[in-house]
């Protein structure tokens, strides 16, 4: 019993050396955006200046949940991507520290917070996203409409992201609401359009691979997701609603009290820097760059779209209302 | 894992405060010492993170409320997660257990060549070890809307794969196992001759099997019930695919509250009320049904046998169920190595390494985490379990049932739960650990070690403490005792706990979704973000190294027992 005791104390030992992290010249981060979109960013970043990236990819949601619990430790020094009314909740949460990067005067104001808690990194719009087979054996065009996704040939086609779990479905209803111009319209179209819907999916791409492999037909997606579902080689098209749609702004911030915070402020001041705008462009990412002087890839074709900013005063004051009314109404429970 | 075959222990005689120091000296120094280490192990690990959960749902500006909960039970949709938790619970349970005994039975009576039998041991471990949200992608691709079987084998179009049919279906090929492997223990050890005797004193077939095989295998039967029942009632990674918007279910409706609508508190009150029916099947069966087993361990395995209860009707109708289920494993595990070998899984077909490739390089790091922390979890957990199973089971402390229950709180836990309130206590003093690899270890630990503790406990009751007793007479002291004789006794529960410690540190994601971390990561996580992110290829291939790696691990391990000359303790009783 003595050596079991001798051994499980030196197993606990050595679990805890192995937990002891390695802090010098690295950064740590929680990454919102993908890690294949991500990864391309950190790696030039550190080819550049050798400092390190570490990094855990979350969804928005899952990030700020730990924000919130580590508030008093914080465990890292920034969040890299992730939609704008995320931050602007982490805002209201106080885990976010202002800070304006050297020369963020390049991004347009709309893309960054007046107090400097966040700032754009890259924008990406609301689009459909169908799948080619589909239209081909119905003999129809892709969706150039909101209404067109009330046609029944549709039903039980479509995916969409839940609301209660998704910025890309707060996104989505936000733009209907923006599209057809006033909150009741924007519910009656949303309830009619639930009749097609064969399924709200817990993330904001869950719906993709369904659409490109045809288990379903079509769906309201981010670009991004939907530029990287035709780009595996997937048949779909994109296509955007002439009534407008939101686009996104995607944001990084610096975390309260956050470890290496000026190795994180070198990113960030990187970060917005025409070079790394155009890495976008470079690898084949469907964002749309944040600096309207940065490279934009020929993927992102969104000539004669029509595209809204979303407020992020109105979303903060409006999110959980709208949520838990979609919540009611149209989901029904 | 709980089946115990045995009858309960007594309780420990409270003592008295006035003579808590006589009463003391009853208990062996090194016992109590091991006593006080394990208490504050499991208080840190499982009392205090529980506490703050309970903190959380329940204390509001200092004061004691209610209102968090109610708030959360007013909104319809979490009133309607709780009853589709309890009905999916209940059919997955029952579906589960009738398709187990059916394997469990055909294994152990229909006189099946060796082959066969090995063959469905083979398969039936699968759903197991399988990292999660890949089976549930495998279901979509096979009887989706425009899925293999669905679709391109019997030509149904417009099918939906989305809501409790599906959800229930995936729930019942993943836990079905557990049934088998309660149920082939109890079959196994009902003793033959009874079944002969009543044969051959003129009972039909079916009379014999209703009259003495069924009567013999109700407690069993009932174990399994309540297995499967809290292994439904607990799952995450199938309705967080497969269940859709239209089927709520308690776990998913926990994570959503916290990851959608950013409600921490709303999220731990969903956990509570998950934690309530929860913690009552546990009690139910520990204290119930584990009492009712008239089961005698003879030693003698019954396998292979002649029996008289299946004739060959009977038998190739048994045997063709087995296979038709087994198929369907094997289909979906299929899937998940073509999709491994595949470009774009669904789409393109053109055979590829490069998701291989991948999962060499840029998942190298994750592979090395999970196996580091994988390997160090195998051993504490496999020592706490026969530590806390042998002072219990041996009376050498006060308090060993209170230790016993409290060790099996966050196995009890949906892993959610565990995940959240470890989340909640570990990253302020006095205990900060969030963001290292003792986050992890601790989590898979305290909570997958309660299978090596009740295969102890299973073990040690059917062996006389007069062994033992025997020794200690002769003059050896405690340790020499244990180590001479103790140990090679339950050396096979020390290996089920190593087994299912590795396994769940390979394969569980919801306990651990909230404590990786920039320096630790797992191929679990890995895999959740894959399928995301639509690298479904990536997704795949983790999969597949997970599956093989199990593999390999668990029969190493059955292996350096059977060179032991002993017997693993899955031939006895079901370690899951």
Wanted: net charge neutral; charged share 15%.
């Amino acid at each position: 019993m003595r050596k079991t005791f001798r051994l499980t104390v030196t197993t606990l030992l050595l679990a805890l050396i192995f937990s002891v992290s390695v802090a010098a010249q690295t950064i740590d981060l929680y990454s919102i955006m993908p890690e294949s979109f991500a990864v391309p960013f950190f790696e030039a970043f550190t080819a550049e200046t050798g400092i390190k990236i570490n990094f855990v990819r979350h969804s928005a949601g899952e990030v700020l949940v730990r924000l919130i619990a580590e508030k008093n430790n914080p465990r890292v020094s920034m969040v890299f991507g992730g939609p704008a009314d995320t931050f602007a909740a982490a805002v209201h949460e106080g885990v976010l520290e202002s800070y304006a990067p050297a020369g963020v005067e390049a991004i347009p104001e709309l893309y960054r917070d007046s107090n400097n808690y966040f700032t754009g990194i890259a924008l990406n719009p609301i689009v459909f996203l169908t799948n080619k087979g589909f239209l081909k054996d119905n003999n129809i065009e892709a969706p150039t409409s909101w209404f067109d996704l009330l046609n029944p040939v549709y039903a039980n086609g479509l995916q969409m992201a839940d609301a209660r779990t998704s910025g890309t479905g707060f996104n989505r209803i936000a733009s209907i609401i923006l599209a057809l111009g006033d909150e009741d319209a924007a519910f009656d179209y949303m309830e009619k359009m639930h009749e097609n819907v064969q399924v709200y999916t817990k993330s904001g791409g869950g719906g993709t691979v369904p659409v490109a492999t045809r288990q379903a037909t079509s769906g309201v997606f981010f670009l991004v997701d939907s530029i990287e579902t035709a780009r595996r080689g997937y048949d779909v098209e994109i296509s955007f609603p002439e009534e407008g749609s939101i686009v996104s702004v995607e944001a990084m911030a610096l975390v309260k009290n956050g470890p290496n915070q000026d190795l994180a402020k070198q990113f960030m001041d990187w970060m917005v820097t025409p070079e790394a705008q155009s890495l976008y462009a470079k690898h084949g990412i469907g964002f749309l760059p944040a600096r309207p002087d940065a490279t934009v890839s020929e993927l992102v074709d969104v000539e004669g779209a029509l595209f809204f900013n979303l407020d992020l005063d109105w979303a903060g004051e409006n999110r959980q209302r709208v949520i838990e009314k979609w919540v009611d109404e149209i989901v029904g429970f | 894992m709980f089946t115990s075959l045995n009858k309960s222990t007594e309780t420990a005689k409270t003592p008295r405060m006035g003579n808590l120091r006589t009463h003391l000296r009853k208990y062996n120094p090194t016992a109590l010492v091991l006593s006080i280490i394990l208490w504050v192990a499991l208080g840190v690990f499982i009392l205090y993170p529980l506490y703050k959960l309970l903190n959380l749902t329940f204390i509001q500006d200092g004061v004691f409320t209610f209102s968090s909960i109610t708030r959360i039970l007013s909104r319809r949709g979490n009133r309607l997660a709780f009853g589709n938790s309890l009905k999916l619970g209940l059919l997955v349970s029952i579906i589960g257990t009738f398709i187990g005994f059916i394997f469990a039975f055909t294994r152990t009576r229909a006189n099946l060549p060796k082959a066969w039998r090995l063959f469905i041991d083979a398969i039936i471990v699968l759903p197991l070890i399988s990292p999660p949200f890949t089976l549930a992608l495998a279901m979509l691709f096979t009887f989706g809307p425009r899925g293999f079987l669905t679709y391109q084998v019997f030509g149904i179009t417009g099918s939906s794969i989305y809501g409790m049919w599906s959800t229930l279906w995936a729930e019942v090929l993943t836990y079905f196992p557990l049934a088998y492997m309660t149920l082939r223990g109890v079959l196994e050890n009902i003793d033959l001759s009874l079944e002969e005797n009543a044969f051959s004193m003129g009972g039909s077939r079916w009379h014999v099997f209703r009259s003495v095989t069924l009567p013999l295998a109700i407690p069993g039967i009932a174990n399994s019930l309540l297995l499967v029942f809290s292994a439904s009632l607990a799952d995450f990674a199938i309705p967080l695919v497969l269940a859709g918007h239209q089927f709520p279910v308690l776990p998913t409706q926990a994570y959503l509250q916290i990851t959608g609508l950013f409600d921490l508190q709303g999220g731990a009150s969903l956990s509570f009320i998950l934690l309530v029916p929860s913690i009552l099947v546990f009690l139910l069966q520990r204290y119930w049904v584990s009492r009712k087993h008239y089961v005698t361990v003879t030693g003698k395995s019954s396998s292979g046998t002649e029996t008289p209860l299946v004739n060959n009707w009977a038998r190739y109708t048994l045997l063709g169920l087995c296979i038709a289920v087994s198929s369907l494993i094997l289909l979906l595990y299929g899937m998940i190595v073509f999709g491994s070998l595949v470009k774009a899984w669904g789409a393109n077909h053109t055979f590829t390494l490069e998701n291989y490739r991948y999962l060499f390089t840029h998942g190298v790091k994750s592979i090395k985490d999970t196996l580091l922390i994988a390997f160090t979890a195998m051993p504490l957990g496999g020592l706490l379990g026969i530590t806390v199973g042998y002072l219990v089971t041996r009376k050498l402390i006060p308090g060993g049932r209170l230790m016993e229950f409290v060790s099996m709180i966050n196995y009890a836990l949906p892993g959610t739960v565990v995940g959240i309130a470890y989340l909640l206590a570990f990253n302020d003093p006095p205990f900060m650990i969030t963001g290292t690899a003792t986050i992890l270890i601790a989590a898979y630990v305290f909570r997958y070690s309660p299978t090596g503790i009740r295969s102890t406990i299973a073990t040690l009751q059917q062996i006389d403490t007069s062994i033992e007793e025997a020794s200690t007479s002769l003059g050896a002291d405690m340790i020499t005792t244990v180590r001479k004789v103790t140990v090679p006794l339950i050396l096979p529960s020390l290996f089920a706990g190593l087994e299912v410690t590795f396994t769940r540190a390979m394969t569980a994601i919801s306990a651990t979704i909230f404590l990786v971390s920039v320096n630790w990561t797992l191929i679990t996580v890995r895999i959740l973000e894959s399928a995301t992110e639509l690298e479904l290829g990536h997704a795949a291939a983790f999969s597949v190294f997970v599956i093989v790696m199990v593999y390999v691990v668990t029969n190493g391990l059955r292996g350096i027992l059977r060179l032991l000359g002993l017997a693993t303790i899955q031939e006895k009783t079901s370690v899951y």
